[in-house]
């Protein structure tokens, strides 16, 4: 299997390039063409990863599978205009906010890792997958993708809708961030705090702030 990443890094297409018996899974809907001998098929990884991934994930219940006859190519894009970032997978295993998933490749079980703080701050609450195996998954920003590497004891405070990945094992925690007055007011409402060693991956734009904006520019009946 071959790959790349063109147009990036703002508008970024990830392109598969697929031999004999060789696979490739992503999100429905990422789909932007495909060429060659494919088979698809579309699964839920189970019955009870299906059912969290629907109930608790936001993510979609069911996940494609593109297999290889003979050379094909498969191409994915995100919804949103950013980079992409490919993180390899060797037995360990990724912390992944839900909107950043795109696709993998390999023997990698794709699960909830986390959820929770529903409510005011949230309200569809934060939503975390966790990507472990062996193989690789691809992530994508909103913007640019940043990666930090955070050294023994070093710390680092993170706005949540700025927050892409993480390697398990790091140190982490989520907290309010400001009063509900600075909320409403257009301060950060949740923030993560991550301890090293280890790597994370951040996003340089925010959804709320640029839907907010679009929301300025939309006419009012």
Do not use: C
């Not at 936001?58 to 006859?69: L, M, P, R």
């Not at 975390?128 to 992530?139: D, F, N, T």
């Not at 993708?145 to 892409?164: A, K, Q």
């Not at 060693?197 to 520019?217: M, N």
Request: charged share 20%; no cysteine.
């Amino acid at each position: 299997m071959k790959w790349e990443v063109s147009k990036g890094p703002s508008y970024s297409l990830l392109k598969v390039m697929l031999g004999p018996g060789e696979s490739v899974s992503s999100e429905p809907g990422a789909m932007v063409l495909m060429r060659g001998f494919l088979r698809i098929k579309t699964h839920s990884g189970g019955l009870g990863s299906a059912l969290k991934r629907a109930l608790f994930g936001g993510e979609s219940f069911f996940i494609n599978t593109y297999e290889a006859d003979g050379s094909s190519e498969v191409w994915f894009a995100p919804p949103l205009p950013g980079d992409i970032a490919y993180l390899p997978l060797k037995g360990n295993a990724y912390f992944i906010q839900d909107m950043a998933y795109l696709a993998h490749h390999g023997k990698v079980d794709i699960t909830i890792g986390w959820r929770g703080f529903k409510g005011v701050f949230t309200s569809g609450g934060i939503v975390w997958l966790k990507a472990k195996g062996h193989g690789g998954v691809w992530v994508t920003a909103f913007g640019g993708l940043e990666e930090i590497e955070l050294g023994p004891g070093e710390s680092i405070t993170v706005d949540n809708y700025h927050f892409v990945a993480m390697e398990e094992g790091m140190e982490w925690s989520l907290r309010k961030f400001g009063g509900i007055k600075s909320f409403l007011l257009g301060g950060e409402g949740i923030v993560v705090e991550v301890k090293g060693p280890g790597k994370l991956y951040i996003q340089t734009r925010s959804l709320p702030p640029f839907i907010g904006l679009l929301a300025k520019l939309m006419p009012h009946r």
